[in-house]
């Protein structure tokens, strides 16, 4: 059974300051690693991905990936009301189709 | 450059009947997945389609099957339809046919059965 792990939140912290959503995954075949938001009533959009261990920035998000450790981790400095939604991690493998966490829901407090 | 287009957007369907839906991708990708959404289960894969061809599959019964065309569309059909398919159907995009790729998600149909 291949999972992908998150705490399902809710995760809420201030505006301004940095929030750091965590995932595990079981199946060490895994390759690719994908971050997505999701605003309730919307489709994932994707945010970030990452494929080779250490740190991946792209303005106010850095995934991170440890694959001896099988964690990935999304940090958002800066946070602002608008990143408030449930974020998605999800493990690409061999098989060419993604397993997703059921997300971390992460509000910010104005 | 259009993104992914799932229709019809909602759908309220009766217990036994079947459904059909479709899923355009982004022009020139070739592979399509399905995913079905409920808030209990997250986002659980259904299959994908590249080149026409059904390539995976998840743990879904056989009541739910899909098909691609060769201009890449892709339809899902959920035959007599339970209660608990009542979910959020999306399908996401990709350019490759790797797991390296990112994916692309449609807007989703979102089905109700009554």
């Known amino acids: 059974q291949k999972e992908v792990e998150q705490n399902s939140g809710p995760l809420s912290v201030p505006e301004g300051a940095i929030a750091s959503l965590n995932c595990t995954y079981s199946?060490?075949?895994?390759?690719?690693f994908f971050w997505y938001r999701q605003y309730s009533g919307k489709s994932p959009e994707l945010i970030m991905f990452?494929?080779?261990?250490g740190d991946k920035e792209d303005g106010r998000f850095t995934a991170q990936l440890n694959k001896a450790s099988q964690y990935v981790s999304l940090l958002i400095r800066d946070s602002q009301p608008s990143d408030s939604a449930t974020y998605l991690c999800?493990?690409?493998?061999?098989?060419?189709?993604?397993?997703f966490g059921t997300g971390t829901r992460l509000t910010v407090i104005p | 450059k259009a993104g992914v287009t799932q229709t019809p957007r909602y759908l309220i369907k009766t217990r036994g009947q079947q459904v059909t839906l479709s899923c355009s991708p982004i022009s020139g990708h070739r592979s399509v997945s399905w995913y079905q959404q409920t808030p209990g289960q997250g986002l659980q894969f259904l299959f994908e389609y590249f080149s026409e061809t059904q390539r995976n599959k998840g743990n879904f019964p056989g009541r739910f099957s899909g098909r691609q065309f060769s201009n890449s569309r892709s339809e899902m059909n959920v035959s007599t339809l339970e209660l608990g398919d009542s979910a959020l159907y999306l399908c996401?995009?990709?350019?490759?046919?790797?797991?390296?790729?990112?994916?692309?998600f449609g807007q989703g149909t979102r089905l109700t059965v009554v």
């Open positions: 199946d060490r075949g895994s390759q690719s």
């Open positions: 999800a493990a690409g493998g061999g098989a060419n189709n993604l397993f």
């Open positions: 996401a995009s990709k350019g490759q046919g790797n797991s390296l790729t990112e994916a692309f």
């Open positions: 990452i494929y080779s261990n």
